[in-house]
């Protein structure tokens, strides 16, 4: 509300003109000058300071962090190949809700509240930065964008591998109309393995929220209710093939399956973007931090936040089908950069001020956006597409196991913020 009655009278229509020019170049100047080079320090940091100690426990950070980002990240595609890791078992859905759980306490606890931290800074003047909430408005805005990003990336991909055109023999073989339910269309999309399925539906009978709509109606009109629609799903797992007969589809799980893939892709790409974005702020505050008493706890805590977001990410890369080549580009891009942050971090520490103005607000914003994005891929991408899925309202146990994964995985994370 200040910050409103602070812009109210500029907006007088009298004055209109001559005082919106005002403002702009009031506002704008009020920004650069909150931002000004000046120097805030941290009575508490300073007193723990001792460099040498600092950068021993750098260098011990970098290459724990490396190994936990390499680890979590390449067991999903190692493990792919391995029966008791692959993408469809109940083992890696258990898995990758733990790691969902860490990525939206992430988001949540770490990076909007860091984002908080920093644009309430005392060093920051009140103009602005203390009349509007910015971190929330960030972070609206990044997972507005996200989606936005997802809907039109599905679209491109979609296109691009022709599952969103259907033709004219696809048309025909388009849902069926119940006299005794609900009207509905389903567009049924053939498999290479002669296997159906309704569009959107992801392997290990999953479904993305995008296709939940159409997945649903069409439950409606070719699959049994209740237990008998559960028991069809599991006894046609893990090779489900249609009747012949045209009653139905079926659950394919091969892994060339385009319409499961493209998913999969625009989920990667966007979940690698999150968390690049502030692997790079994580890493350069680590890397000018002269106080061992603000690293030692960091390092364990960065670990364990690398292993799970790698293998989160890991997952969706193995998912998407993606070329060796480009798996391995993605993984390492991963993997190298909250060392890579640290390592810019060193190089910098003797004239970086962390807390500067300038620095305060980048590391803001930077930490808001990124909590908008890794809350909507944690929410959307992640949990909503194997929580809402067939297979898990038909799997009691799969469902009680995956629960309380997240649960744990959400709570640990949390719990970390105590110390980093």
């Known amino acids: 509300m200040f910050f409103i009655e602070d812009i109210l009278p500029l907006f007088r229509l009298d004055r209109f003109g001559s005082n919106s020019t005002l403002f702009r170049e009031s506002f704008s100047q009020t920004i650069i000058d909150s931002m000004s080079n000046t120097s805030c320090q941290s009575s508490e940091l300073e007193a723990c300071r001792d460099e040498p100690a600092a950068l021993q426990l750098k260098l011990i950070a970098i290459a724990s962090i490396l190994l936990a980002g390499v680890v979590g990240v390449g067991i999903p595609l190692i493990g792919k190949h391995r029966k008791f890791l692959r993408t469809d078992g109940s083992l890696f859905v258990s898995a990758k809700a733990f790691a969902a759980g860490v990525i939206l306490a992430t988001g949540f606890v770490h990076m909007l509240a860091g984002g908080t931290k920093a644009l309430t800074d005392p060093c920051l ?9 910015f971190p929330g408005f960030f972070a609206m805005i990044a997972s507005l964008v996200t989606l936005l990003v997802d809907f039109m990336g599905t679209q491109y991909y979609e296109r691009k591998q022709g599952i969103g055109r259907a033709s004219t023999e696809e048309q025909a073989r388009v849902g069926s109309l119940d006299p005794d ?35 649903a109606a069409h439950h409606r009109h070719s699959h049994p209710h209740g237990q008998d629609g559960c028991d069809g799903l599991l006894k046609k797992r893990p090779h489900d093939h249609d009747d012949g007969h045209g009653h139905g589809h079926g659950h394919g799980h091969g892994h060339g399956d385009d319409d499961s ?38 390092i364990a805590a960065l670990s364990f936040h690398q292993f799970f977001e790698g293998f989160a990410l890991g997952g969706c890369i193995a998912q998407a089908q993606f070329k060796n080549l480009s798996a391995t580009i993605m993984a390492c891009f991963f993997a190298t950069t909250t060392p890579a942050g640290i390592g810019i971090g060193i190089g910098v520490a003797s004239f970086y001020n962390p807390y500067s103005p300038a620095a305060l607000v980048t590391e803001g914003i930077l930490d808001s956006l990124s909590a908008g994005i890794l809350v909507y891929m944690a929410l959307v991408d992640l949990i909503a597409a194997d929580f809402l899925s067939k297979r898990m ?8 196991v995956s629960y309380f994964m997240l649960f744990l995985g959400a709570g640990l994370m949390a719990a970390l913020a105590i110390w980093a």
């Open 125 to 133: 003047p009140k103009f602005p930065w203390s009349k509007f909430p």
């Open 181 to 215: 339910s609900d009207t509905g269309i389903v567009l049924v999309v053939d498999n290479k393995d002669g296997a159906r399925k309704v569009f959107g539906e992801e392997e290990g009978g999953g479904m993305h929220i995008v296709g939940m709509h159409a997945h």
């Open 261 to 298: 893939s493209v998913r999969h892709v625009v989920v990667s790409q966007i979940l690698e973007l999150g968390i690049v974005s502030h692997s790079v702020i994580i890493g350069l505050s680590l890397g000018v931090s002269q106080s061992p008493c603000t690293i030692r706890p960091l």
């Open 393 to 400: 309202s038909c799997n009691f146990r799969l469902q009680v």
